[in-house]
């Protein structure tokens, strides 16, 4: 019976070749399209989920109270994870990543500088599921002076030659002993590394409950109730930090975030991940574009009823049953199916790479022959398959065979459904569409909103330890020698990633008052080269040395936060207050306040801000011409050899980091936007179908018009109205769900665009045009046709 089914399946395909090309290819795109979304999705559901223990690992995130606001750290003080592993018997295990930051490591005569360097505690390999390629993971960290490396940095260092028992040292004469190397930390983790250190060294300053930097995990026992752990932390605020904090009005508590979920769940502050509303997102424009595909096929088979009547009613009079006459209608949109599954499989294999450079990912085409992936694809063949040809089996195979084989069968059944499908299809486009223009505008709005502060054309330069530093004076000298050079200036970290918070003691009416602010160290030249505004007071002097201690400036939040009328003069003690008999800190005065800057991203709002005059700092800013960039880049990069000889010249441009923040959202607008207008070419798809079939349908009705006066304009609008009146009727549908939809996404962002009208207008008229556009050209064709061509059989 199956052998019969797919024989008439065939030949029916044969027979109404472009229909069948028409759905074919509809179905392609939309199978394409939700095979490379799922391998996105699948993809970044997949973060952390490799090791071993990752539905018991637990990161510990910090939630800071203060009396006025609230926010959340990635870090917490060193000795939380080891206190409670030492106070609650059911935490099984716990590691800390101590950061370093970038190191010079030196391997004889060379040096590599590498970034993300964490010293860890020895539990790190029972904790997380490294796989190591040489060295024993029990006892690899179990001494001071051990590192191990990850094995692309491995052959950074000592290229094809065994990395196990070499001894690397850094620019600070500090020796490490090479004790294992592991594979490189899989991309889907939600963060890497390239070297590990013993945390031997940093055990002794590891009691600070004052200071959140090191991020801490803990494994816990399978199906454990985290509240058990969760209600214990007041106690632990009671305990070790109140003494300290409560004084202050701050309130500390932890947050037990599971491993998995961190990647699209965890939006603490300066923390850049996935996010779980896209990948909802994504599914959901997978399915809408199987749908829209289905829905063409639909539309196509019950518009072409008629020249399939007498078939059902012949089948029905030699005795089918209406359940074979379905079944044989659904095998037909199955093969269907399985033919653009095959098709697409050969797209996605040479789109794939396309597709992961602009969705920023490594997928490999290895993925979909997973089991898991078989079983998705499988279930997209079932799906599409009976969704796209349920409706035709059931309203074909309802034909009553006497009324069909009389003449008197009426081909009109079915139209409601068909029109209200195309609303649907076209609404769903439309929704995609306004989607699409809203995203757009908003990263348009972030990189374009004012900052502050001027970031083009600054070079910024991370100096490596403190030793150089002294020779800072002779750099700027020689740098501001060349016109091409603007300005030369030195801040304690790069303008566009201000982060951590630092405790100062602040004037108030009441006296001082401990309370958390950003901190910053500039010299006197920052301002100016960064082009930010003094609102009052004065900058830092190189003529007032004393500035180092005894003044500051501060950002307008500051001054909104504290309520200060006349902010300039306020005093604010650079430490915390004194106690048991400890010197008091240097006491500072405001001598100037800077208009506000954006310290990071647009995804974070503007923080209170505490500058203090620090002549040499960490971070070299370099504002040139932009006129030849590449000539004054090179300048630069031999003045800094002449003078650090034995240092690597590494530079990058601040618009570059600041770019990097939105790069996720930028790389998931590209991904949303060719989808959505794949989606419309999909529909547009259905819409050819149908206008074609219409036209012919009408073909004879048209050349009475043509003899009876009808020009060739009053013909394409007869034939273009009801399709554009389907459009319209999608707007009314679109409008409001995709409004409620951006306003909803907007409101995740401190800053934001308007949705103006015109974006409801602009993409309401781009879609009717796309309609037209589609339809016309058959309508013209139909129009111009000799109407004694078509008369002719009367």
């Known amino acids: ?22 759905n074919i290819i509809g179905l392609t795109i939309g199978v394409t399209c939700g095979l490379l979304l799922l391998l996105y999705v699948t993809d970044e559901l997949s973060y952390d989920k490799y090791h071993t223990n990752a539905s018991r690992i637990y990161r510990i995130a910090s939630q800071i109270r203060e009396p006025d606001k609230s926010f959340g750290w990635t870090s917490t003080q060193a000795p939380v994870a080891k206190t409670l592993k030492q106070e609650y018997p059911f935490v099984e295990n716990y590691v800390r990543f101590f950061p370093y930051g970038r190191l010079t490591f030196r391997e004889g005569e060379k040096r590599f500088y590498e970034d993300d360097i964490y010293a860890v505690d020895s539990t790190v390999f029972d904790v997380f599921s490294y796989k190591f390629i040489e060295g024993d993971p029990k006892t690899a960290l179990n001494q001071p002076g051990n590192v191990v490396l990850t094995q ?37 983790s939600h963060f890497t590394f390239n070297a590990l250190l013993s945390a031997g060294a940093r055990e002794k300053t590891a009691n600070d409950w004052g200071n959140f930097y090191v991020s801490s995990y803990i494994v816990l026992p399978e199906h454990f109730d985290t509240s058990r752990l969760t209600s214990k932390f007041p106690q632990l605020y009671d305990k070790y930090m109140a003494s300290f904090f409560k004084k202050m009005g701050i309130k500390i508590t932890y947050e037990l975030q599971p491993l998995a979920d961190i990647h699209l769940h965890s939006k603490l502050e300066g923390e850049s991940n996935g996010d779980i509303g896209y990948v909802y997102t994504f599914s959901a424009v997978a399915f809408f574009m199987l749908l829209i595909a289905s829905i063409n096929y639909m539309n196509l088979a019950t518009a072409r009823s008629a020249k399939r009547a007498k078939e059902v009613g012949l089948r029905k009079v030699l005795g089918s049953i209406r359940g074979r006459l379905m079944a044989q209608f659904l095998t037909e949109s199955v093969l269907m199916t399985v033919m653009a599954l095959a098709a697409s499989l050969v797209l996605v294999f040479f789109l794939l790479p396309y597709f992961n450079t602009v969705a920023g990912k490594e997928i490999e085409f290895k993925e979909l022959l997973r089991p898991q992936f078989l079983l998705i694809a499988l279930g997209i063949v079932i799906f599409t398959g009976f969704i796209s040809g349920s409706y035709p089996a059931f309203y074909l195979s309802s034909f009553e065979p006497a009324a069909v084989l009389k003449g008197s069968f009426n081909a009109k059944g079915g139209s409601f459904f068909r029109k209200a499908l195309v609303v649907s299809q076209f609404a769903i486009s439309l929704i995609m569409l306004i989607c699409t223009w809203v995203v757009y505008k908003q990263l348009n709005f972030m990189r374009n909103h004012d900052l502050g502060y001027d970031r083009e054309q600054v070079l910024t330069i991370n100096y490596q330890d403190n030793q150089p530093r002294a020779r800072y004076g002779a750099l700027r000298s020689a740098l501001l020698a060349n016109p091409n050079v603007r300005s030369v200036a030195t801040a304690s970290t790069p303008t566009s990633n201000i982060g951590g918070r630092v405790i100062f003691s602040v004037e108030t009416n009441a006296g001082l008052k401990e309370m958390a602010f950003k901190p910053m160290g500039i010299d006197q030249d920052y301002l100016k080269a960064m082009g930010m505004k003094i609102t009052s007071g ?8 004393a500035d180092t201690s005894n003044s500051v400036i501060i950002n307008q939040a500051v001054v909104a936060r504290m309520g200060w009328k006349q902010p300039l003069g306020k005093k604010i003690l650079l430490g915390n207050l004194p106690q048991n008999g400890q010197p008091a800190p240097l006491m500072a005065k405001v001598v100037g306040v800077v208009k506000d800057f954006h310290q990071q991203s647009l995804y974070n709002p503007i923080d209170p801000m505490i500058i203090l005059y620090r002549p040499y700092n960490a971070v070299v800013h370099i504002k040139i011409q932009p006129k030849d960039v590449e000539k004054t880049v090179a300048f630069i990069g031999e003045k800094w050899r002449e003078t650090y000889p034995d240092r690597l010249f590494e530079y990058r441009f601040l618009d570059q980091d600041f770019e990097s923040a939105y790069r996720a959202d930028e790389l998931r607008g590209r991904i949303f936007s060719a989808f959505s207008a794949l989606t419309i070419l999909i529909a547009c798809l259905g819409l050819l179908g149908l206008a074609t079939f219409t036209t012919e349908q009408r073909v004879k009705e048209i050349g009475v018009r043509k003899v009876l006066g009808a020009s060739v304009s009053s013909v394409v609008l007869l034939l273009s109205r009801d399709f554009t009146k389907l459009v319209l009727y999608s707007f009314p ?57 078509s008369l002719r059989a009367e």
């Open 1 to 22: 019976m199956l052998t019969n089914y797919l024989k008439i399946a065939w030949r029916n395909l044969q027979k109404d070749r472009f229909y069948s090309l028409l």
């Open 538 to 545: 004065r900058n830092f002097s190189e003529d007032s040395p």
């Open 733 to 789: 549908i679109a409008i409001p769900i995709a409004w409620y939809a951006m306003s909803t996404w907007l409101q995740t962002f401190p800053y934001k665009t308007d949705i103006s009208v015109w974006v409801f207008v602009g993409s309401c008229l781009l879609t009717l045009l796309i309609c037209w556009s589609t339809v016309v050209y058959q309508s013209v064709k139909a129009a111009v046709r000799n109407p004694v061509k």
């Open 152 to 188: 692309r940095t491995a052959q950074k260092i000592f290229g094809s030659q065994s990395a196990l028992g070499q001894s690397l040292r850094t620019d600070d004469t500090t020796s490490y002993k090479v004790t294992g190397v592991i594979e490189n930390v899989p991309r889907h």
